[in-house]
């Protein structure tokens, strides 16, 4: 099949990747010349583990081609996805000016019957503004689809080539058997390709997010309960979980969720109640608890340091995206951290795998800043140690050589990822989540 993906930023260019490794030619779209050429050139522009090693094989069998030219890719694509982005505006709604933009150039370069994917995030009733603007532009058949990605950062080539579920949202059988036949190698264990109408798909999208955000801010708020109480947020979850109405998934208690999805989406979630004349009061305590969450680390290393303050404090921070596995810093944690403790007077050493420099991009240059190149460094007269981000390499530190390049033995762990037991016998403070700190050496 001819596909053509507009747009080549994260979905776009993860959909336009896959769809070609599966036997389709893919022409990726993209008004950003810049980009283009750096991915005709192999360069991939965001990191997303076996995305490179994709686009560069498909790219060099011919299967993978990208142009700044729409008129090239709507004459070429059967089927076109529109996958550009859809940012949050400033009332919470979803900014539709670019999906829309694009609908109109696509309607313009047609001259015959095309297939139009919303793949964007958008809101309940976006294809009926999808379809008035191509129409707008011209009188070829057409027919517009929903078919919302559910991709994780880090994960998001399994989640695509091997995807729980497909949900499409279609108009005609017409437009369901082209859906169908595009997703049929993706799901030939059985997992089930969802057709239904496309306002009931544009929502799923949007209840799914806000589902996940709801597990992790509700373990967020019990794990802030679990302090209090004296119990152990970790048995907790674990006894939840094993519930077999419940699940495991999404139930590690931390310092709030990130990224490009989760808030944007539940903010938009709420907009779009609001333009229905509903108040979603559970979505609207999703987001304030999270934001809240964001706050409770930073409020553990005033407290720790008390009358002393922070000012002339030196700390070491680990991880800086908002997840492992990716270099996305939207919406990060430890972003709002290291925004406190910079006001506060303190200086920091900061190291991340693969997102120091987005990371330096939002945060702004600092003169009380400095970026490291491995995790060790970081801690070099260090008043403590602080975990933002759960890479699996911070998981078995050597504690030896940590006690060595710190000024004091002190870990404040905002994801629960070192163990308590460890750390006792190593003789740290550790100050974690919904669990009773460890008081060992660093009381002061």
């Known amino acids: 099949m001819n596909i053509t993906i507009v747009g080549s930023g994260y979905v776009g260019l993860v959909a336009g990747a896959c769809f070609a490794d599966t036997g389709n030619d893919v022409v990726c779209v993209d008004s950003n010349a810049q980009k283009i050429e750096r991915l005709r050139k192999g360069e991939i522009p965001i990191f997303e583990p076996g995305l490179s090693d994709m686009v560069i094989r498909n790219a060099k069998e011919g299967r993978l081609t990208f142009t700044t030219s729409m008129k090239e890719g709507v004459e070429k694509g059967e089927v076109i996805f529109i996958a550009v982005g859809t940012p949050q505006d400033e009332d919470g709604s979803a900014d539709l000016r670019h999906v829309l933009d694009v609908a109109k150039s696509i309607g313009q370069h047609m001259t015959g019957f095309k297939v139009i994917v919303d793949k964007s995030t958008v809101p309940v009733g976006t294809a009926q503004r999808v379809r008035a603007a191509i ?37 005609s059988e017409r437009g369901a058997k082209v859906m169908r036949d595009l ?53 907790v979850r674990v006894g939840i979980g094993t519930d077999s109405r419940i699940g495991m998934s ?70 800086l995206a908002f997840k492992p596995k990716t270099d996305d810093v939207r919406e990060a944690p430890a972003l709002v951290l290291c925004k406190e403790l910079l006001e506060a007077g303190a200086t920091l050493s900061l190291f991340d795998p693969e997102a120091m420099k987005t990371f330096e991009e939002l945060l702004g240059k600092h003169s009380q800043v400095t970026y490291v190149s491995n995790n060790y460094d970081a801690l070099k007269g260090a008043d403590a140690l602080v975990i933002c981000t759960e890479w699996n390499e911070f998981r078995r530190p050597n504690f030896k050589k940590m006690r060595e390049l710190m000024k004091a033995p002190l870990i404040f762990d905002g994801r629960n990822i070192l163990d308590r037991g460890v750390i006792a016998q190593e003789g740290f403070t550790y100050h974690c989540i919904g669990r009773k700190p460890v008081l060992g050496a660093a009381q002061n």
Not at 198 to 208: D, F, G, W
């Open 183 to 235: 997703y049929a190698p993706f799901v030939r264990t059985n997992n089930p390709i969802l057709v239904m109408d496309v306002p009931s798909a544009e929502m799923t999208k949007y209840a799914a997010n806000a589902m996940l955000a709801a597990r992790v801010s509700f373990m967020n708020e019990i794990s802030n309960l679990c302090e209090r109480a004296g119990a152990d947020v970790d048995s």
């Open 250 to 319: 999404f139930l590690f208690p931390g310092i709030g969720y990130g990224g490009s999805c989760f808030p944007k989406d539940v903010q938009a979630l709420i907009r779009t109640g609001h333009d229905f004349g509903l108040d979603l009061k559970l979505s609207r305590s999703i987001e304030e608890v999270n934001k809240a969450q964001k706050k409770v680390l930073g409020r553990k290393i005033s407290q720790h340091f008390g009358d002393a303050g922070l000012k002339g404090r030196h700390f070491a921070v680990w991880g």
């Open 135 to 171: 129409a707008s532009v011209t009188s070829q058949p057409f027919e517009v689809v929903s078919n919302p990605e559910f991709l994780k950062e880090g994960a998001a080539i399994d989640d695509f080539m091997k995807p729980d579920r497909v949900v499409v949202g279609v108009e």
